[in-house]
């Protein structure tokens, strides 16, 4: 799947995506008695650093997902983009810091501080590959289980939202990382997020696009509750890609010789 993983490279760098909810609000602060402000208190839990009310929201979206004992997951589906023919993709997640994707013939691999891939590429494109890589452990950690991974610790902050019935939270971590989170007032579940990336062609930097990705439906799995199809819509591309999972195992099956070099 060369396109996919191409432009999934390219994209997955993640800043803010420029939309009527991804906007960073107005910082919140209380004041003493003479009237000097105070910034709030922060805490940091699963490696999410925020407030203690934004916390509240984040604490109730793990609780409405269910995913607070979450060790392992395995999940396999189809990537299509466009018209075109699905794709198969994998990903083998264990938690607190290994993550292997299997896309379009390629396999990536994290583990602790250790990245490759087969078939091994050449420096600049591993780098690149390397990243993004990151970048989508980062997501998957965020917005499936709403934690982040060892050594990548995450800032939350409010942002604005339009739309009505949501909350919207905006994440930032190393290396740029940025995404805004979009929660349903009423399920307290994740239900949009949003980025832009940077576009490439052989390598160049062309363009930046705006990333917005909806979870169209949720599947359950001993009380715990994932993303089963999510539709990627990017800025100046023609068509939706379709991310489907048809098969996932939590807390089994994933173990930590899936993430050795063969």
């Known amino acids: 799947m060369v396109l996919t993983q191409v432009f999934a490279t390219a994209l997955l760098t993640g800043s803010l995506l420029a939309c009527p909810w991804s906007h960073e609000a107005p910082v919140h602060a209380t004041t003493s008695s003479v009237g000097a402000p105070q910034t709030k208190s ?3 839990i699963q490696g999410i650093t925020a407030a203690k ?3 509240a929201v984040i604490e109730e979206a793990r609780r409405a997902l269910g995913v607070q004992r979450v060790r392992s997951l395995f999940v396999k589906g189809t990537v299509t983009v466009g018209d075109g023919r699905p794709d198969t993709l994998e990903r083998f997640l264990l938690l607190p810091d290994s993550f292997k994707e299997l896309d379009g013939g390629i396999t990536f691999t994290l583990s602790r501080d250790d990245y490759w891939q087969v078939p091994e590429p050449d420096q600049e494109t591993k780098a690149k590959a390397r990243k993004a890589t990151w970048s989508k452990f980062m997501e998957q950690c965020l917005v499936w289980l709403l934690r ?7 800032k939350a902050t409010w942002a604005d939202d339009a739309s009505s019935g949501r909350q919207a939270i905006l994440f930032e971590g190393p290396d740029g990382f940025r ?5 349903d007032a009423a399920s307290h579940r994740p239900v ?6 940077v576009i490439t062609q052989a390598g160049t930097t062309v363009g930046r696009s705006a990333r917005r990705a909806m979870i169209d439906e949720y599947g359950e799995l001993d009380g715990i509750r994932l993303p089963r199809r999510i539709t990627l819509r990017v800025e100046g591309m023609h068509g939706d890609t379709v991310y ?3 098969e996932m195992r939590v807390n089994a099956g994933v173990t930590p010789a899936d993430f050795t070099r063969r």
């Open 42 to 44: 922060t805490e940091t």
């Open 179 to 183: 995404r805004v989170v979009a929660f």
């Open 192 to 197: 949009e997020y949003a980025s832009t990336g």
């Open 53 to 55: 009310d934004v916390q």
């Open 244 to 246: 489907a999972f048809g």
């Open 148 to 154: 982040a991974p060892r050594g990548f610790p995450l």
